[in-house]
């Protein structure tokens, strides 16, 4: 597994390699099979897509599918172009917030009820 720049990672737009949480990936033999179809994919090339995946509610079998076109590792010191950025909340920040809201909705439900 190798490790490569963000320069490296922005040298694929057109052959495709993203990076979800860190990871680059190159889903190229996936593109058509995509359920999302294969634009969404192509406009991600060469960047950040981590955003991007979360937020479009993939499940934990996608997620798995991940680990098919898995390539390497991004050098997270290395410089990242503004165009590549999009890293966005990670799954489990998502998971946290939300955590916090349903706790603060309990605790409003009961201060009205509990009387
Ligand atoms: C290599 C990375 C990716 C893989 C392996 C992948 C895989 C999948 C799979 C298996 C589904 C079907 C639903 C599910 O099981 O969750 C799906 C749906 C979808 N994907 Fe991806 N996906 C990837 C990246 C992306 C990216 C970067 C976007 C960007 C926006 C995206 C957008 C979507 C959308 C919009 C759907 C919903 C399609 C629908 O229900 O009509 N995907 N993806």
């Given amino acids: 597994m190798s490790i490569y720049t963000w320069q490296q990672v ?3 737009q ?5 990076v979800i949480d860190g ?18 994919l192509q406009n991600r090339f060469g960047k950040d897509a981590t955003r991007d995946f979360n937020e479009t509610g993939h499940t934990s079998g996608a997620r798995q599918m991940l680990e098919k076109y898995k390539i390497g590792t991004v ?21 946290f917030a939300f955590l916090i809201i349903a706790l ?9 009820f509990a009387k």
Avoid: C, R
């Avoid at 990242?80 to 990670?90: L, R, V």
């Avoid at 603060?104 to 009205?112: N, R």
């Fill in 10 to 12: 922005g040298q694929h």
């Fill in 14 to 18: 057109k052959n495709g390699w993203l």
């Fill in 23 to 40: 990871v680059v990936y190159d889903p190229t033999p996936y593109l058509n099979e995509h359920p999302g179809g294969p634009a969404v």
């Fill in 75 to 95: 050098d997270k010191t290395s410089p990242q172009e503004p165009w590549q950025a999009g890293g966005g909340t990670p799954a489990n920040a998502q998971q």
């Fill in 104 to 112: 603060v909705m309990v605790f409003i439900l009961w201060k009205v």
